[in-house]
């Protein structure tokens, strides 16, 4: 089965398409060091499917953001460069390799990455679409629920509004619900569990998505194919 990066799980969990220049002014407060674990629950339509439930690590820093899944055989890491460029790369933690995406990649690979939509999950104008309806204690931290519906989607959302963060999203529509809730939270500096630090990733192999057409025979490559699909990464 095709594992799904969080980031697309994320970007289904939103529920309106922004141009990059309509993001920016999003968030401007500087954003806490924070490390989480959320449930993501997608249950299709169609009874004859089963829901999945996918278990991920999501830690946070102002110029890196890194997830990872629980069994600790996959993750992502996007860190902002100093001159304001995201740099993304898939890890595979058990075979110590990086896959990195540059810039050119993006279009190739439909990836368009917004910083204040990867440090929130939720865009301000995402929130502001929606009714704040009251506040509600969650894992002893305060949350703003905001209900809504837009076009198809009927939308619930509890947000943490001093992390930035939700600590819930339900997003119905005529496919299905997707879930996103919020299992843990702690300062990054207390959290059990510690993002790869960049020394570690630094000394994996690290692999151009660019080059996967010319590595059919590399082992590494064959592996990811044959759980991601042929057309991986």
Avoid at 10 to 39: K, M, P, W
Avoid at 196 to 206: K, W
């Amino acid at each position: 089965m095709k594992r799904p990066d969080l980031f697309k799980i994320i970007l289904s969990l939103g529920f309106f398409s922004f141009s990059t220049a309509a993001l920016t002014d999003n968030n401007n407060q500087q954003l806490t060091d924070v490390a989480c674990r959320y449930e993501s629950t997608i249950t299709p339509d169609d009874k004859s499917t089963a829901p999945t439930t996918t278990t991920w690590f999501f830690w946070r820093k102002p110029d890196m953001i890194q997830t990872q899944d629980e069994s600790g055989h996959y993750g992502e890491i996007w860190e902002k460069t100093a001159t304001g460029n995201i740099q993304y790369r898939k890890l595979y933690p058990a075979d110590k390799t990086a896959v990195e995406y540059m810039p050119a990649d993006s279009t190739t690979h439909n990836l368009n990455f917004d910083w204040n939509k990867l440090s929130s999950m939720l865009t301000q104008q995402e929130l502001d679409a929606l009714k704040f309806v009251e506040n509600k204690q969650v894992l002893g931290r305060s949350t703003e629920v905001r209900t809504g519906k837009i076009k198809d989607q009927t939308i619930e959302v509890l947000w943490l509004p001093t992390e930035q963060l939700p600590a819930l999203i339900i997003r119905k529509d005529k496919t299905g619900t997707i879930k996103l809730q919020l299992v843990e939270i702690t300062p990054l500096s207390a959290a059990r569990q510690k993002p790869i630090d960049s020394e570690t990733i630094a000394n994996y192999r690290q692999i151009d998505a660019a080059d996967f057409g010319d590595m059919e025979n590399d082992p590494f490559v064959k592996k990811l194919m044959s759980v991601e699909g042929h057309h991986a990464p």
